[in-house]
């Protein structure tokens, strides 16, 4: 018989009495090191062309949702922020062409808000006494390590993009297309990425402008013209396997690649 759990028990997290050891092993900077070296000795022989990415995270905000086994709690951002750099310049010594990308946020919330302040900018809360939306914190922390260490640690500043007003954009049906008005909002959902006057009528109630976003934040740090590169790294517009999913597709890269790539 299989049983299946979300992890909550009357609306709550169940609470997480195990190690983290049961399921899992630290991957320490040691670890890291070796790892990036071992890729960058074999990446060639695997058929890979040009440098190896290494993505630091994938959407660490939701940890405690998402490996709740491991993160039963999330970290402190400014642990958060440490480890990202220190695993960083880990894979930059094992590799020392390889890219490195993050922080790989899954949506809004997590672009402008602390992930202890969850959607909002609460009294007392850290997105408050930062000053500054959380990806920019993010890119101001790494920064500072690099010039504290030396070394250039982000190549990549990267978010995750999904419309928030219809479900079939984050949970892409490969086969239904919808509708003509379906169609036609999944073509301007697209617009999400760059204009600054498109809101989607989703729960965000106004545009979300992800890549003219991504731009000031790094602007902010790392001056005009100089930081890392840009990049949406998911996304998902739904219906794949259609025609209407193909050019949501085709807009969406040609966005990414006239807007982003520099």
Partial sequence: ???????????????????PTITSQAFGTDKQKSMATYTKNNAGAKGVVGPVVYHLDNE?????????????TLPSSSAFFATSAATAAAVKQGDSTGLVAGPGEWGWCAWLFFPSDGCSAVGGG??????KDYAQAYLAAMHAAEVSGGTPLLDVFDEHFYPQRYAVFGNPDTTNAGDATLQAQRLDAVR??????????????????LIPRMKAWRTAVYGAGNGPKLGVSEYAFGAIDSMNGALAQADALGVQIGRAHV
């Fill in 1 to 19: 018989m299989l049983f299946r759990s979300n992890g909550l028990v009357g609306g709550l997290p169940l609470a997480v009495t195990e190690a």
């Fill in 60 to 72: 660490p905000s939701l940890w405690s949702t998402t490996h709740r086994d491991i993160v039963p």
């Fill in 126 to 131: 850290e997105t408050q006494t930062a000053g």
């Fill in 192 to 209: 999400g990425l760059w204009d600054p006057a498109f809101d989607d009528g989703s729960w965000i109630g106004q545009p979300t402008r």
